[in-house]
Each structure stands twice: as structure tokens, then as C-alpha cells.
């Protein structure tokens, strides 16, 4: 099917359903494939809503004043990299990965500019930043690009996974700014776990670990390299 955008508030609706979609976002058009038929919407959707499955969303154009939303489902946004320019959600009002019953993944796996992910808790937005801006919520997994990362993280109480990217780029992750009287533990064994005794960070290809500002523990159990 091909429908395009001649009538407000030029809505992309899939919340009532439950297969999993892939859903890609170009220059010129939003293809939404249900594993039945694919749907093809040409022109500027700005409210895109998929449903209850796991659904994978690949973002290869800015999203200015556009509001993407999974809802429930482990889902995963791929930012991409067009061979030219990176595209990590830029002008979004709202990136919203859904249910925070659910995994929901960022993906900058392909980017190759420097991030700087700034994660201030579990209720609250992300804000993931090379060169623009992009803001997040309700993701619970985020992985770095090719280049050299930072992720700032104030310690909250849920349980996540920080991956840095990449194979040869130096990625960092600081929890120094991480609220007063919070004490970490951090387990390195070739990945890192950090913990606060009752939730955990999965840290996965960092190079540098910055803890909090308070005794933290740092516990060396297998020199991995």
C-alpha cells in the first residue's frame, strides 16, 4: 500500500498491533513492513507509532519535529550512517522506546561521529549528542559508534546495558556525576558489572571507567585486557 500525507495530523498509527515491524525512515518515505505487506508512506508523517511486538526501526534521515514511539516490545533503533552523514534522531520531539517493562535499545553502532550520551535516570530523557542533538527515553540498552565515546551517567535504579561500540576507538563512561551517598561496585571479568547491591549496569567496551565521587570499589577478577 502507498498512502501519502494530504490529511492532518498526518499520523502513522500501529498501536494496536502486535506482530513485529521493521520500520524504515529515508529522505523520501517511511516503509512499514507487518511480515504481511509492506506500507508505504510518502511525504512528512510527523507521529509514528508502532505496537506490542519487538519491533526494529533504522533511521536514516533528521526527524525534525517528528514523535516516534514503540510502545510495548523489545525494540531496537538503529541509527545509521548513509556513507556520508550521520543520522542519530536529530530534531526529534519525542524518541520514546516505550514500556519500561520492555528492553528498548538504541543502536549507534554504524555512527561515525563522536557521541557524548548524557543518561540522568531512568524516568528522565537522554540526550545523545555529535555535532546535533537528539533526545531519548525510556531505553534501557545503548550502544556507542566507530569513534571515541563518552557516556555520563548518573547512577539510577534500573537495570541497563552500556555497550561503547566500536574495536579500536577509546570509549569512556563517568558516573561521577551521580548523586551524593551513592557507592558503586564495580566487578571488572572482561565486561564490567556495576552495581549498587540491588540493580546493575552492564558495561560493555570502555576503556575508561570513572566512578562516583564517593568510595566506590573496584574489583579485578579477570584481567581481560
Do not use: M
Not at 517511511?30 to 519487538?54: A, E, L, M, R
Not at 565486561?191 to 570513572?210: A, M, P
Amino acid at each position: 500500500n502507498t498512502i501519502t500525507d494530504d490529511t492532518s495530523p498526518n499520523v502513522i498509527d500501529y498501536s494496536a498491533v502486535g506482530v513485529n515491524l521493521n520500520v524504515n525512515l529515508t529522505a523520501t518515505n517511511t516503509t512499514v513492513d507487518n511480515t504481511v505487506k509492506p506500507d508505504d508512506f510518502t511525504g512528512t508523517f510527523t507521529n509514528i507509532q508502532t505496537g506490542s511486538g519487538n519491533d526494529d526501526v533504522f533511521v536514516t534521515r533528521a526527524l525534525t519535529g517528528t514523535t516516534l514511539q514503540t510502545n510495548d516490545g523489545n525494540d531496537i533503533f538503529y541509527f545509521q550512517n548513509d556513507g556520508t552523514n550521520d543520522y542519530i534522531g536529530d530534531g526529534a520531539t519525542l524518541l520514546d522506546g516505550g514500556a519500561a517493562t520492555t528492553v528498548d535499545t538504541a543502536d549507534f553502532s554504524t555512527i561515525a561521529g563522536a557521541l557524548t550520551v548524557n543518561y540522568t535516570g531512568c524516568a528522565a530523557n537522554t540526550t545523545v549528542t555529535s555535532g546535533v542533538s537528539s533526545t531519548l527515553t525510556n531505553f534501557e540498552s545503548f550502544i556507542g559508534g566507530t569513534a571515541a565515546d563518552t557516556f555520563n551517567v548518573a547512577w539510577s535504579p534500573c537495570n541497563l546495558t552500556f555497550n561503547g561500540g566500536g574495536t579500536t576507538d577509546t570509549d569512556t563512561i563517568d558516573y561521577s556525576t551521580s548523586a551524593s551517598g551513592t557507592n558503586l561496585t564495580f566487578t571488572l571479568n572482561g565486561t564490567t558489572d556495576v552495581t549498587d547491591v540491588t540493580n546493575h549496569h552492564n558495561l560493555v567496551s570502555f576503556s575508561i571507567l570513572r566512578g562516583t565521587n564517593q568510595a566506590d570499589v573496584f574489583t579485578l577478577t579477570n584481567d581481560a585486557g
